[in-house]
């Protein structure tokens, strides 16, 4: 009985100073290696997923041009001509003043504004095509390159 005793007792003086070892925490070295790490991807992963944010900006921006299209052309079946540049997008929800053959509403919700707040910009007749349907883009002035370009329906 007293050898099984003694390995108790060892057991237990092994286990309790294997448990009070590990449960010392991090050393300030370990932290910074780990901070580090954590900085160096963070610097890696930061840019490439703000320059997925622009585009996907851009891709709704077309998106949008894209969905507003479709219902102009459906306005322009019923009533045989596009809104007038004065009627703009809003004759696409609410009947024109003298509009009979109008059938609308052409959208489930008013026109959205663009991905960056501003509304698009409607002109009937158009100069580049029958008519003209156009963001600014981020930077909300005409032409620019990247981020900043037109999006237009030409």
Not at 28 to 44: D, P, R, S
């Amino acid at each position: 009985m007293s050898k099984s005793r003694n390995t108790k007792r060892r057991y237990w003086l092994v286990s309790h100073r294997f448990c009070r070892y590990n449960a010392r925490g991090f050393t300030l070295l370990e932290l910074l290696v780990v901070m580090v790490i954590i900085g160096l991807l963070a610097g890696y992963v930061a840019p490439k997923y703000f320059s997925q944010v622009g585009k996907s900006e851009v891709k709704v921006a077309q998106a949008q041009i894209d969905s507003l299209e479709k219902a102009l052309d459906q306005y322009r079946l019923d009533t045989g001509h596009y809104p007038a540049t004065e009627q703009g997008l809003v004759a696409l929800m609410n009947r024109p003043a003298n509009e009979p053959k109008w059938q609308g509403p052409y959208l489930k919700k008013a026109a959205p504004p663009d991905p960056w707040g501003r509304p698009y910009v409607y002109k009937y007749p158009g100069e580049r095509g029958e008519y003209d349907l156009y963001s600014y883009g981020k930077d909300g002035q005409p032409g620019g390159t990247g981020e900043a370009a037109d999006i237009t329906n030409w």
